[in-house]
């Protein structure tokens, strides 16, 4: 293992961040780690000489240039970056307002885009390079009733990192989508994850589900945030890391799920489609 590889890490103050965060330090990696807190990720992780903490506001652009700046100033380079910032919000279409609608897609899409405009750059000039795209399962299965914000969103991720890949692609640097599903984290406590202001009770499903993560899946969770860590440094290490990468084995089974729907729907519709053609 190269364990000379530098880590840019953002949403390191908690769950998978800061699992991977601690992961990398103890492996001996330099790692530089964004939170908006970033007094509070010192004392969380410890000050080593090779951990680079860094308060940043990923929605501002400034806030991020600078902490590029300070971990190639730090460390002279930046190989792998994480982009693992972010927070779910609830709410059905019809609940959420304009502003928690494009909060949500301002700081997991285009904060992740402020992140990339800057970093790649240095990967680009040194011909090497990987970017890890946290998604979510929910990036890829959209049918969860009272997150279509939070989806759009993680969908948003996965396109950019695929056109990503490709514009990339001959220039040395590797991308990666990473769609967890649920890990025991604290995503689903207050903080992580955000509900409607104005909710409505005519929307039984999404009532119903949010119902369904406080009292089963909250604390229930299959997925283990250190193996996900362990799982991360494998990626970076790969030769040919994948471009999706679908992390647990619930996220698994339900990618499974889709394609397998998405495979019998193309079927049932072939003629259809095809009667399109001139």
Do not use: C
């Not at 339900?254 to 072939?270: F, Q, T, V, W």
Request: proline fraction near 3%; aromatic fraction near 8%.
């Amino acid at each position: 293992m190269n364990t000379k590889k530098v880590w840019f890490v953002t949403g390191a103050s908690k769950g998978l961040g800061l699992s991977l965060v601690q992961a990398l330090l103890k492996a001996g990696y330099a790692v530089a780690a964004t939170s908006r807190d970033a007094d509070g990720l010192a004392r969380e992780v410890g000050m080593l000489n090779h951990f680079l903490p860094i308060e940043m506001d990923i929605a501002d652009e400034k806030s991020v240039s600078t902490a590029i700046a300070r971990t190639i100033e730090r460390f002279g380079s930046i190989d792998v970056v994480v982009n693992n910032a972010g927070y779910g919000q609830l709410g059905t279409l019809e609940e959420l307002t304009d502003e928690e609608a494009r909060m949500n897609f301002e700081v997991n899409v285009f904060g992740l885009l402020n992140v990339m405009r800057h970093a790649v750059p240095h990967l680009r000039r040194q011909k090497s390079g990987h970017v890890i795209n946290i998604s979510s399962i929910a990036g890829f299965l959209g049918t969860f009733p009272g997150w279509g914000i939070y989806n759009a969103t993680k969908f948003a991720v996965a396109g950019l990192t695929e056109a990503f890949s490709a514009e990339t692609q001959s220039m040395g640097i590797k991308a990666t989508v990473v769609y967890p599903g649920y890990f025991k984290t604290n995503f689903l406590l207050k903080g992580s994850l955000r509900l409607a202001a104005n909710p409505l009770a005519a929307y039984k499903e999404a009532r119903d589900l949010e119902a369904l993560h406080e009292t089963q899946i909250v604390g229930n969770q299959p997925g283990d945030p250190q193996k996900a860590a362990l799982a991360f440094i494998q990626l970076a290490e790969s030769e040919q890391p994948p471009l999706h990468f679908f992390m647990g084995s619930d996220s698994l089974g339900m990618a499974r799920n889709k394609i397998g729907l998405l495979e019998a729907e193309l079927s049932n519709n072939e003629e259809l489609s095809k009667s399109t053609d001139f």
